[in-house]
């Protein structure tokens, strides 16, 4: 499933990067002509059953020709909301006739001889296809005519200088975002506080509480390496940082650095040591013997492979607890680009980051929006190009756009992981040389999945959650992959299913669950208050003297581009 946007607006971006992203290949344009190839092929070795279609079809357009419209667009889908679609006869007969090919054509896929992994993926490129081929993506357009019209030519002029910008400063892609709009520091991640630590690959962020009033056992947010730590800190009413501050939480945040051909050998123990000494830093400054991790995305993950090395290590009581947010560590997942990736492809994707010594998050940012094209591409091509209107200045969209790199060696791992799934098993992956085994990591744990999320899909994260030992607790939200983060109270669309029983079966937990109104901070609040200590006069003072304040939150890593 996935989020479906409301009429006249922009879609929500998906693009938190996860061990599955970080993993993903990329889809090569030799494998989408080799799909090709073998439907031009089914269709010479099936001649009776293409052309059975192929009149069908002709018997369908003969009948939108003399005025019928049999087919009816998802109410859902913004591209065809104008009434010229419907009134107007010459567009009604070109959506109808666009609408009678796809099913069509998808029938042909669906009673064809070809296998159900070569299905999946024909419906996957013919989808791609479809949605670059609709009519609403030219000129004509009625909603690019009447722009036209009322703008006296100009808002073509502008479209053709909005493609000439993207194509010379944002890879050919269209811009999701007025990027003018928001700065770093100024706007957007403004909560006050300092660096108080910093290595090679992170900064170590303290906030400033917000409350008379501290528990004991401090915080450590850990987001994903791709994308900048501020998603959990946007403007004041979105910011998850201050949420936990305002509630008595001592709350740290690591910043990751974007990573250059220098860090090309950094790998996943890299990462682990680093937010090791995090860790122990953490303790250090506020005295505590043991730190609450909370980890989104590929953040999950490497708090997952830190607790396991430090379980080896007999050290699992500097961590109180652990929430995991849409993170997923059982790498089993049913996606459309899953479906291209063979041993070939991994190897070149290896290949290509180590002679780079980086995966761009940009190449990996274009790869998930053609997944999702109707949505992150063309939306934009009709509002940028075809109305000549700038992009929306939105907070989330602009913390999508700004991506950072993964070192080589990291994005390596993370292919390893998405193709020998070592975390289900026992000492399947070894960090800092130490074996991993989740079940021994006896840390309760809070995990949140999100039910439209396409990216790290809510059956698989709720599958990663049963690899951990101790005290467990799932919640499933009514959202997609950022808004399962972004989700505070005062939403009147929130809510959440949740089932204290995890059985093996992600679709009898379903089926069992109990619907609850609202966001689910507040139960993740009670949960992680109960696991932080007991309270005590707030202490203002950032760091100590071991870790002094280097510089003011944001920091320098998250400016590096």
């Not at 036209?148 to 808002?155: P, R, V």
């Not at 994260?461 to 009514?478: D, I, K």
């Not at 609202?518 to 950032?542: E, V």
Request: aromatic share 8%; net charge positive.
């Amino acid at each position: 499933m996935r989020d479906k946007p409301a009429a006249g607006t922009l879609p929500e971006p998906a693009n938190l990067v996860t061990a599955e992203e970080g993993s993903n290949p990329g889809l090569r344009g030799r494998d989408m002509l080799s799909t090709l190839r073998a439907l031009a092929l089914q269709g010479l070795k099936q001649p009776v059953h293409s052309t059975r279609h192929a009149l069908a079809l002709g018997g369908q357009l003969g009948r939108v020709l003399l005025g019928d419209a049999p087919y009816q667009h998802s109410a859902q889908d913004a591209r065809f909301q104008d009434p010229t679609w419907r009134l107007n006869p010459l567009y009604r007969r070109g959506l109808q006739s666009y609408l009678a090919w796809q099913k069509q054509l998808t029938a042909w896929i669906d009673e064809s001889d070809l296998a159900a992994d070569d299905q999946a993926r024909a419906r996957f490129i013919v989808t791609l296809l479809g949605d670059a081929l609709s009519p609403s993506n030219g000129l004509i357009n009625p909603l690019a005519l009447k722009e036209m019209f009322n703008t006296g030519g100009l808002s073509l002029i502008h479209g053709l200088r909005h493609l000439a910008g993207d194509l010379l400063h944002n890879g050919g892609m269209p811009s999701q975002v007025s990027k003018a709009a928001f700065e770093v520091g100024r706007n957007i991640a403004t909560t006050p506080g300092a660096v108080v630590f910093r290595t090679e690959l992170l900064e170590l962020i303290q906030y400033k509480p917000m409350s008379e009033q501290q528990y004991q056992q401090p915080l450590l947010i850990v987001p994903p390496q791709i994308n900048k730590y501020y998603i959990f800190d946007l403007s004041p009413e979105k910011s998850f940082v201050q949420y936990a501050l305002k509630n008595g939480l001592q709350v740290f945040m690591v910043s990751w650095r974007n990573p250059d051909i220098r860090h090309r050998e950094c790998g996943l123990s890299h990462y682990v040591e680093a937010l090791k000494e995090a860790l122990d830093a953490c303790r250090a400054i506020t005295g505590s013997k043991a730190v609450n991790l909370a980890g989104a995305c590929a953040g999950g993950l490497t708090i997952a492979a830190l607790q396991g090395h430090l379980q080896a290590k007999r050290q699992l009581r500097k961590v109180a607890s652990a929430s995991y947010l849409v993170s997923m560590l059982d790498s089993r997942v049913e996606s459309p680009a899953a479906l291209f990736v063979t041993e070939q492809t991994l190897e070149a994707a290896k290949l290509r980051s180590y002679r780079n010594g980086v995966l761009d998050g940009r190449d990996l940012a274009k790869v998930f929006a053609w997944m999702r094209s109707n949505d992150l591409v063309w939306t934009y091509w009709v509002n940028n190009y075809l109305l000549g209107r700038q992009p929306p200045a939105f907070d989330i969209l602009y913390w999508n756009s700004d991506n950072t790199r993964l070192p080589a060696a990291l994005h390596g791992d993370f292919l390893d992981l998405f193709k020998h799934n070592p975390l289900i098993r026992s000492g399947g992956l070894e960090i800092c040389g130490t074996p991993i085994d989740l079940r021994k990591v006896t840390v309760d744990s809070f995990s949140v999945a999100g039910s439209n999320d396409h990216i790290t899909p809510w059956d698989t994260v709720y599958r990663s959650t049963l690899l951990l030992g101790g005290n467990r607790r799932f919640l499933l939200s009514n959202s997609g992959h950022i808004q399962s983060i972004l989700n505070p109270p005062g939403n009147p669309k929130a809510n959440y299913l949740e089932n204290s029983k995890l059985s093996s079966d992600p679709r009898a937990w379903y089926f069992d669950a109990q619907q609850q109104i609202g966001s689910w901070w507040p139960a993740w609040l009670d949960w992680i208050q109960a696991r932080s200590g007991g309270q005590r006069k707030t202490l203002k003072t950032l760091g100590n003297q071991a870790h002094p304040p280097m510089e003011a939150a944001p920091g320098t890593y998250v400016h590096s581009s």
